[in-house]
């Protein structure tokens, strides 16, 4: 049973506009939610974090906003750009050891 | 800088012979992760180890089995490669605590004709 559901298998957006990813959990334990970016032929890379007691985290033109009673959050990019074409993947954390649970990534896609 | 170095990018290996893929952070992470990309599917979780010599088996661990003597390094073993294990194999690291936050290599291609 998949904990962490992107539902989305693939996103295209036109450069500049905004990019919104979306992602579903069910497990109310997790207390962290990470967002991963990965492009072909390389290992994903950590891009924002948001935690529980939070409903949203910004970092540049990446925003992540959890709602926990939906048990929902989304990354929105804004502006998109072309380099922004990449997978993106949903994690979520129990905290401690215990290993991120990821969802099956989004592919987006930003035409120039 | 974490670093997750990964032994090679692309192997080919033949059915049945025994393949190891080798992993080493320099971050000294308590926990390493493997993992296989396969499309569509994501990243599914193969072994896990939060100490040296302990290892806890992930969502797929059947065919694979790991070793890790040293703190830094992490071994992935394929006992006798099969053609459905033809996938990206990606090796993480992390220090633990609330985030968790993994580093992972830039990942391995391996082809099992």
């Known amino acids: 049973d998949q904990q962490v559901k992107q539902n989305s298998p693939s996103l295209s957006v036109q450069e500049g506009r905004i990019s919104i990813l979306n992602c579903d959990y069910t497990?109310?334990?997790?207390?962290?939610f990470l967002w991963y970016k990965k492009y072909p032929a390389e290992g994903p890379t950590f891009l924002i974090s948001i935690s529980s007691i939070k409903d949203k985290n910004e970092d540049g033109r990446f925003t992540v906003f959890l709602n926990k009673s939906a048990k929902h959050l989304s990354l929105h990019i804004v502006p998109s750009q072309p380099g922004d074409s990449a997978v993106y993947f949903c994690a979520a954390s129990g905290g401690g050891n215990t290993p991120l649970v990821f969802g099956k990534g989004t592919r987006l896609s930003v035409i120039a | 800088d974490v670093k997750v170095t990964q032994s090679s990018r692309y192997l080919v290996k033949r059915t049945g012979e025994k393949v190891f893929l080798e992993c080493v952070q320099d971050m000294d992470h308590e926990n390493m992760f493997w993992y296989r990309q396969d499309p569509g599917l994501g990243l599914r979780l193969i072994y896990f180890?939060?100490?040296?010599?302990?290892?806890e088996k992930g969502d797929i661990p059947e065919g694979y089995s790991v070793s890790r003597e040293k703190k830094e390094r992490f071994s992935l073993i394929l006992e006798s490669a099969s053609t459905n294990q033809t996938s990206m194999y990606l090796c993480?690291?992390?220090?633990?605590?609330?985030?968790?936050?993994?580093?992972f290599g830039a990942g391995t291609r391996l082809s099992v004709l």
């Open positions: 993480a690291s992390s220090l633990g605590g609330d985030q968790n936050i993994q580093y």
């Open positions: 497990n109310s334990m997790f207390d962290y």
């Open positions: 180890s939060y100490d040296v010599k302990m290892k």
